[in-house]
């Protein structure tokens, strides 16, 4: 149950038909809140106007407009980062705007302030908020009580902000995406489950090989399936990546869980994206990571470091899917 008693009226929270619930619009005054909290919250045209601005900021360079000049984006980090504080900083700073870096432990929520006054509090500073959590409970209350845009910089369940970079990435490598065959390989985790939702509004079709305990989002692949998306789910790597023309993964340790590498380990072994496995893709398959990467463990050294990664441009595109992100959220 999201609390907030707020001084303002709260922004509409949408709750869909599963636990993909997120906050679609809302009103705050007579002003329309544009969140940014997860992909299923957003309509394919939404999506695409986004990934389009993201690719006009990226031609422009660094001589294009700055559209949000006297904009403040507030940055809240309870989890570490290196792409995600650059490029948002980088992002609005391009965009003519300021940036304010918070970590938890400077704030007062380390000292038990509550999610709801400090969305209040930050919204009478700034213009859009972004939060990097471990909890995604907190991202919605902090929506909820905010009454200006909210951006999800990650939570434990999801991960929009990297999957539309790496949408953009395989448009830019191979084309259109729509009736595309993606691989997942790996851990069924948040950047996993935001690439079912992106498989539902892209129209492509997603081969997900997960161990049985680590097994993506069943409320999640059931959504996605109500929306007529082809998702396989199975157990072996080599289905899942026969014939695709991109093909990822993930650590197999997320940040919090490093007591659990051990037993990680020996059961995602088998899910190594190498060489050997890269060979079942198709003959023009591009390999994506949204790093950090640890080489010869969830992928081979060869493979992210040959022809066939994108690496290094999926993680460039996070700058400028950041600024579309941003654009769109202050009505750019």
Known sequence: MLGCSSEALPPLIIIGGSEVSVLVSGQAGSRTLRHFLDI?????????????????FKRAGRAGSRPLAGRALAM????????????????????????????????????????????????RYVDAIMLRTDREAKLLELASCATVPVINGLTEKSHPCQVMADIMTFEEHRG???????????????????????????RCSLRLAC????LPDADTISWARAQGT??????????????????????WISMGDEDM???????????????????????????MH????????????????????????????????????????LGG
């Open 230 to 251: 082809d998702i396989l789910l199975t157990e072996d790597p080599v289905e899942a990546v026969a014939d695709a023309r991109c093909v990822m993964t993930d650590t």
């Open 261 to 287: 590498a051990a037993r990680q380990h020996a059961v995602l072994a088998p899910y190594q994206v190498n060489e050997t496995l890269m060979a079942h893709a198709a003959t023009d398959a591009i390999f």
């Open 176 to 202: 259109p995406i729509a009736g595309q065959k993606i691989a997942w390989v790996g851990d069924g985790n948040n950047v996993a489950k935001s690439w079912i939702e992106a498989a539902a509004r892209f």
């Open 290 to 329: 949204c790093l950090p990467a640890h080489r010869d463990e969830e992928v081979s050294a060869g493979v992210i470091d040959g022809p066939q990664s994108v690496v290094f441009d999926e993680a460039e595109n996070r700058l400028f899917v950041h600024q579309g992100i941003l654009a769109w959220t």
């Open 211 to 214: 161990p049985p305990s680590r």
């Open 76 to 123: 809240i980090f309870e989890k570490p980062s290196t792409r995600t504080r650059v490029s948002f900083e980088m992002a609005m700073r391009g965009l003519g705007g300021d940036v304010v870096m918070l970590s938890s432990r400077e704030m007062q929520l380390g000292r038990g302030e509550t999610i709801g006054d400090t969305a209040r509090v930050l919204s």
């Open 40 to 56: 299923a919250a957003l309509d394919a045209p939404t999506l695409r106007r986004i990934l389009d601005m993201a690719a006009r």
